[in-house]
């Protein structure tokens, strides 16, 4: 049962949330009113969400290409500007054919909450989908957000997944953290608080991660197929260079709209 604005007002809740220094306090207070299972579950909930706590952790959910994707505390929260590289992987496993018997192998790296395993999954329609994290939090909200569509296995990059998926994988998703280091300190706090560091910090330059990612892909992807990851404009210069040290052929995508630099790295095929 929701909680309408009559019960508790909605004024006094935005009132609220814009002294919290919440941007978009009328819209929030509008989300958590309806989430709310009774008023002092509202009062709860817009507490924490005063004290810093991300809005998708305070609701338990959020949006990301379309769908409600479920988000603990601590999980790392699925960023719009990823629905960019989820856009591309989509276009890539459609490509590879409407005749192909066989769905599309795509296995999704530090897959946090399982966002983009997921939205992908429903954007293609037929995938066997693989995922892995090393943090059990997110493991665990991953394989509510998956469930039936895939497996999801705890452990370090590639380390969980089964042997047999070497050589198979057509798309290979890979949204690993990418903050340097000294740069975790200047985050918002809702990411840099109440998002596990191991979902954020990428080492000294912020890509000691993609590095390991690149240096391991060729031995997972099938002929032709690609690595996808997201990175900042300023580091992906270094991204695309990690790439064709490890024998892919990189190509630099971007969305100004979104904000989002996107490296694909394509293994070659046997006759290229």
């Not at 604005?5 to 006094?12: D, M, R, W």
């Not at 953290?177 to 080492?203: F, K, Q």
């Not at 892909?217 to 002929?223: E, G, I, K, V």
Request: proline share 7%.
């Amino acid at each position: 049962m929701s909680v309408t604005p009559s019960v508790l007002s909605e004024s006094a809740i935005v009132t609220r949330l814009r002294a919290a220094g919440c941007v978009f306090a009328e819209d929030e207070a509008q989300l958590l009113i309806s989430a709310a299972p009774d008023p002092a579950g509202l009062d709860a909930m817009v507490e924490r969400r005063v004290l810093g706590l991300p809005l998708e952790h305070v609701l338990g959910w959020a949006e990301f290409c379309g769908l409600r994707v479920a988000v603990d505390p601590q999980v790392f929260v699925p960023r719009i500007r990823t629905e960019f590289l989820v856009g591309q992987a989509a276009e890539l496993a459609r490509a590879l054919g409407p005749g192909r018997r066989s769905p599309a192998v795509v296995v999704d790296l530090c897959c946090g909450s399982g966002a983009l395993g997921a939205a992908l999954a429903a954007a293609v329609g037929r995938v066997e989908l693989h995922a892995a994290d090393i943090d059990p939090a997110a493991v665990s909200c991953a394989r509510r957000n998956i469930g039936a569509a895939g497996a999801v296995y705890e452990g370090d990059l590639y380390e969980p997944l089964p042997a047999a998926l070497r050589g198979r994988v057509d798309i290979l998703l890979a949204n690993a953290p990418y903050v340097p280091t000294d740069a975790i300190g200047l985050l918002p706090p809702e990411a840099r608080i109440h998002e596990a560091r191991v979902a954020l910090d990428g080492g000294a330059d912020g890509l000691d991660i993609q590095r390991r990612v690149a240096a391991e892909a060729t031995r997972w992807l099938a002929p032709g197929g690609h690595l996808l990851v997201e990175t900042s404009d300023r580091q992906a210069p270094l991204t695309v260079d990690a790439f064709t040290r490890h024998g892919l052929i990189p190509r630099l995508v971007t969305c100004d709209d979104l904000d989002a630099t996107v490296v694909i790295g394509t293994r070659p095929t046997a006759a290229g």
